[in-house]
C-alpha cells in the first residue's frame, strides 16, 4: 500500500523536529597525550560540532557507548589497548561499524600498518606532525557529511510519516471512492471507500481505464470528455450515473482533478466519489411531505370556504322552509311565491356549487384530458346558438376568422368554459348591450373573447377573480353566484394547455378570453370530420 501512496505524490508539511533544534554532530578524539589533544582541539573547534576527548582507548569506548559520533579521530599509539585494537571493538558494534575513523601516527609503520588500518575500516591517516589546515578540512567534510546524512535520514523518516498520514487517511475515507489514474485515465490507486462503494477489489481495477465505472451507453465518451475538461480547467466535477461491480446504477458526485507531480508535471489525475444515493432519497421525500402539507393545508383552507359558502344558501332554504311550515296557510300568495322563488335560487346556488366543486376535484386528480381536433369556427357558434335559446331575449354577436387552424381541445370541456363565460357577461354585463364573441388567430394558437359592456373589472381585480370563491363587491346584488365558475374555466383550459385573463374593455366593461393550442400541421391531417359539430 505505501507503494500505491508514493504515487500519489501528495506533499504533507511535517515538521521534522518540532521547533527543537538538532544536536550538533560529535567529534571523538582519543589520544594519550594530553598536549596533543589540547592542540587538537584549538584547531578543530567549531560552532558547528561538539568535540569530546579520550586519552585512552578504554575511555573512547566508554564514549561510543553512549552516543553517535561523526568521526572517529583516533591515535595509533596509546598504551593499553592501541588505536587498532579501539577502532577493531568499535567496528564490532553493529552501531559504529559504519563511523568513519581518522588514524593519527607519529610515523607509518610500514605497509601491514596501513593496511591493518584500512582493512578496520580506516577513512585516512594522518602523520605528524599535523598540518592544522589539512585536519581542519578533513574533519570538516566529515561534519558536513555526517550533518546532510543525517538530514536526509530525518526527510526520509518525515516522508515515511506523511505517507502513513496519507494511507490512513485514504483507507480511513470509506465513505468516498479514491482513485489516482495515470495521465491515459487507467487507475492506479484504490483505496477502501472505492472497494466498499464499487465492490471492485484493487487487483480487479489496477490498469483498467476509469471509464468502467460509469454507466455510460456512449463507449466512455462522457468520463473521456470529464478527462479533457481537467486537462483544460485542472478539475471537473458533477453528478454521474455510476456502475457497481453486481451490476446495477447509482448516482454519485464526482469530483475529477489534477494529480500535480513535486516536479511540477502532470501526474494524471485524482478522482473522488460519493453515492448520492440515499441522500438524493431523503431529498424526494422530503419535498414530497412538504407538497403533501401544502396540499392539505390548501385541502383545509377550501373545506373552511367550502362549507361556510355553503351554509349560506343552506340556512337561506333552511329558514323559508321553516317559516313556509309553519304558516303556510295563514302566509299571502306571494310571499310564499317569493318564498319558494328564493329556495329554488339558493337550491340552484348549492347545486351549481356542488356541481363545480365536483369538476374541480375531478380535475385536480390530474387524469388525461381526452383531446381531439377541433374547428372554433365551427364549435363556438353552435355553443352560441345553444346558449342564446336557454338565455331568452339575449344579444350575442359573433365575430370569428374563418380561417382558423384547427385546434388541441376537449369539445365538452370548451362548452363549459364558453357558456361560463357567457352567463358571466349576462349577469354582470350592461342590460340591452349586446356581449360579442371574437375568434382570432395567434401564432401557435387561437384566442377565444367575450366581451361585455357591464361594470367591468380593474386590472388588480382581474389577477384575483380565477381564485376560488372570489366575489366582487360590486357585483354582490347583481346576480347569485359562488365564485367557483372562473376557476372552474381557468382549470379546464389549463388541463387543454392554454391560458385565460381578462381585462377591462376599452370603453367600459369587460374582456375575458382564453386560448388553445393550435394543432400542428402533421396531426392536422388526421382532423378529417373535426369535432366542432358538437353543437
Ligand atoms: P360567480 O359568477 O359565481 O360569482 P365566477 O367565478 O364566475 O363566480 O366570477 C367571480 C367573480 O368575478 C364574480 O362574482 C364577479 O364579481 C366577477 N366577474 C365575473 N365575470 C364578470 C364580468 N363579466 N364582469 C364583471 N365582473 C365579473
Known amino acids: 500500500m505505501i507503494g500505491m501512496v508514493r504515487d500519489l505524490s501528495l506533499r504533507v508539511g511535517v515538521t521534522p523536529t518540532d521547533g527543537v533544534l538538532p544536536a550538533p554532530p560529535r567529534v571523538l578524539i582519543v589520544d594519550d597525550e594530553p598536549k596533543n589533544l589540547v592542540a ?47 577502532a577493531e571493538l568499535i567496528r564490532q558494534r553493529e552501531q559504529t561499524r559504519d563511523t568513519p575513523i581518522l588514524f593519527i601516527t607519529a610515523a607509518v609503520r610500514g605497509e601491514f600498518a596501513v593496511s591493518r588500518g584500512y582493512s578496520l575500516g580506516a577513512v585516512d591517516y594522518l602523520l605528524r606532525p599535523l598540518e592544522p589546515d589539512v585536519l ?53 490507486v484504490w483505496n477502501e471507500g472505492a472497494r466498499r462503494i464499487y465492490g471492485y477489489a484493487h487487483e480487479a481495477v489496477a490498469g483498467r481505464h476509469v471509464r468502467m465505472l460509469f454507466d455510460d451507453d456512449a463507449q466512455g465518451a462522457l468520463p473521456q470528455a470529464l478527462l479533457k475538461h481537467v486537462d483544460r480547467q485542472g478539475r471537473a466535477e458533477g453528478e454521474f450515473w455510476q456502475r457497481r461491480v453486481a451490476g446495477g446504477s447509482f448516482v454519485a458526485r464526482i469530483t475529477i482533478s489534477r494529480r500535480e507531480e513535486a516536479s511540477g508535471a502532470g501526474g494524471g489525475y485524482v478522482f473522488v466519489s460519493r453515492d448520492i444515493t440515499a441522500e438524493r432519497q431523503a431529498e ?43 304558516r303556510f296557510r295563514s302566509l299571502p300568495p306571494d310571499v310564499v311565491e317569493e318564498s319558494l322563488r328564493e329556495m329554488t335560487l339558493n337550491a340552484r346556488r348549492l347545486q351549481a356549487m356542488v356541481e363545480s366543486m365536483l369538476l374541480l376535484s375531478h380535475l385536480e386528480t390530474g387524469h388525461d384530458v ?37 385546434v388541441e381541445a376537449n369539445s365538452t370541456y ?28 395567434l401564432p401557435d394558437a387561437v384566442r377565444v373573447a367575450v366581451l361585455d359592456r357591464g361594470s367591468g373589472i380593474t386590472e388588480e381585480e382581474a389577477t384575483r377573480i380565477f381564485e376560488p370563491f372570489t ?10 353566484g359562488a365564485g367557483l365558475g372562473l376557476t372552474v374555466c381557468k ?31 402533421s396531426k392536422a391531417g388526421v382532423a378529417g370530420a373535426l369535432a366542432g359539430d358538437i353543437a
Open 40 to 86: 587538537m582541539q584549538a584547531i578543530l573547534e567549531g560552532p558547528d560540532r561538539e568535540l569530546v576527548c579520550a586519552n585512552s582507548g578504554e575511555e573512547a569506548l566508554r564514549h561510543v557507548l553512549n552516543g553517535d559520533f561523526a568521526l572517529i579521530i583516533l591515535d595509533v599509539h596509546m598504551p593499553g589497548i592501541d588505536g587498532f585494537d579501539t
Open 136 to 188: 581542519r578540512f578533513k574533519v570538516g567534510v566529515f561534519v558536513d557529511l555526517y550533518r546532510k546524512t543525517a538530514e536526509i535520514r530525518s526527510q526520509a523518516a518525515e516522508l515515511a510519516r506523511a505517507e502513513a498520514f496519507l494511507t490512513s487517511v485514504l483507507q480511513g475515507a470509506t465513505e468516498h471512492a479514491i482513485a489516482a489514474l495515470d495521465t491515459a485515465g487507467r487507475i492506479v
Open 284 to 326: 424526494q421525500a422530503r419535498a414530497e411531505l412538504y407538497q403533501l402539507r401544502e396540499a392539505n393545508a390548501i385541502k383545509d383552507e377550501f373545506l373552511g370556504i367550502v362549507s361556510h359558502e355553503l351554509r349560506t344558501p343552506l340556512t337561506m332554504i333552511l329558514g323559508n322552509a321553516q317559516s313556509l311550515g309553519a
Open 370 to 406: 381526452e383531446s381531439e381536433p377541433v374547428l372554433v369556427q365551427r364549435l363556438v357558434p353552435g355553443i352560441v346558438k345553444d346558449f342564446g335559446e336557454a338565455f331568452e331575449g339575449v344579444d350575442i354577436r359573433l365575430d370569428i376568422d374563418g380561417d382558423l387552424p384547427p
Open 414 to 441: 370548451v362548452h363549459q368554459i364558453v357558456s361560463n363565460l357567457l352567463s358571466n357577461a349576462v349577469k354582470y354585463g350592461a342590460k340591452g348591450s349586446p356581449i360579442e364573441v371574437v375568434a382570432t388567430q
Open 471 to 480: 366575489r366582487l363587491d360590486r357585483t354582490q346584488f347583481q346576480a347569485a
Open 491 to 521: 382549470r379546464l383550459v389549463s388541463a387543454l394547455g392554454g391560458t385565460i385573463g381578462a381585462r377591462p374593455r376599452e370603453g367600459g366593461g369587460s374582456e375575458f378570453s382564453f386560448t388553445l393550442r393550435a394543432l400542428d400541421a
